[in-house]
């Protein structure tokens, strides 16, 4: 046999291989086109709901909804299921006395788990060794730090994400927060008179959420803050949800119980162990830990938690944890 046989009968092999290939990705795309639109034309309200409002929180996903709604749809449908809305914000309050027990530097992690969904629950005895840390510098084109990397740079026990961020296309560098951000007492992002949703403490150490200004955070005495949300428990209330709330997700959860024990909460999801969980979820779990007021964070792919070194949950992101501009640290 020549050499330009050899080649030819190469080349053939090759192409036929390729296109076996192409082939086969285009019953794949066909297949998970047409179970989309089986999902969102069918004879279920509540499946189309949960499908789109599952796939608008993702960064990369969104595209699913709009192969079969308009923008204008898509906006009803999240409307009708997301945390319904309340003007309230963290009113101040003594802690009360907690089991004498328990030292007051203790930190327990635990495993929660639901229907749809597996995380872990660090609970920390003493709110004041929990901060904000920051990325040096807010800027879109400056890369922000991994959780990890946070927890180094701040010498902390722990550390899970914090607040949003600019994020466009689901590839921005994680450098630039939404909203505002306070850092022992100083407004470093967001405008003075902004109306925000806001996570973080107060100089009592007491965690306030709800919408604020950054010139109210600052006359509250607020040390710490990101923006993020909706509000899921204020003043010992539970906020009602309706529907689906925010689909099936990674989540990460701040939280505060009476006696000032401070509640984080991870959720694993978009994996074959844990696919995510909805608000209603997460407001069961922080009620189930005594949470009196509790804030939903960023989610999805930034979803992290580290404890002692090591990473305790599985990362939504194929590329691993994504580089953030805020976190909330366990000093």
Not at 52 to 78: G, H, L, P
Not at 153 to 158: I, K, L, R
Not at 174 to 203: A, E, R
């Amino acid at each position: 046999m020549t050499e330009s046989v050899r080649a030819g009968r190469g080349k053939r092999i090759v192409l036929r291989t390729l296109a076996v290939l192409g082939v086969t990705l285009l019953m794949v795309l066909l297949l998970l086109l047409g179970a989309i639109i089986i999902v969102c034309k069918g004879p279920s309200p509540t499946a189309r709901d949960l499908f789109v409002n599952t796939v608008m929180e993702t960064s990369a996903a969104k595209f699913m909804a709009y192969i079969c709604f308009s923008q204008e749809e898509i906006d009803a449908i999240r409307a009708k299921n997301s945390v319904v809305e309340t003007v309230e914000v963290t009113e101040k309050m003594e802690f009360e006395q907690g089991d004498q027990s328990v030292p007051k530097d203790t930190i327990e992690l635990v495993d929660v788990t639901g229907p749809t969904f597996k995380g872990k629950m660090l609970i920390v005895h003493d709110p004041s060794r929990v901060e904000v840390a920051v990325a040096p510098v807010f800027d879109k084109e400056a890369s922000g730090v991994r959780v990890e990397d946070f927890a180094k740079q701040e010498n902390a026990v722990a550390a899970i994400n914090g607040g949003g961020f600019l994020d466009e296309g689901g590839v921005g560098k994680g450098g630039m927060p939404l909203g505002i951000v306070i850092k022992d007492g100083q407004l470093l992002n967001g405008g003075m008179d902004s109306p925000q949703p806001i996570v973080g403490f107060d100089t009592n150490d007491q965690l306030v959420v709800g919408t604020m200004t950054g010139r109210e955070c600052l006359e509250r005495g607020i040390r710490d803050a990101v923006s993020f949300g909706p509000t899921f428990i204020v003043n010992g209330k539970a906020l009602d949800v309706a529907g689906s709330g925010g689909g099936l997700n990674p989540r990460t959860v701040l939280g505060q119980r009476a006696d000032g024990a401070v509640l984080m909460l991870v959720i694993d999801g978009r994996q074959a162990h844990s696919i995510g969980a909805t608000y209603k979820d997460c407001i069961d779990v922080m009620l189930e830990y005594g949470a009196v007021n509790a804030a939903n964070l960023d989610g999805g792919s930034s979803s992290m938690l580290v404890y002692n070194g090591e990473v305790q949950n599985v990362c939504a992101s194929l590329y691993g944890s994504r580089p953030l501009p805020t976190a909330f640290v366990v000093k």
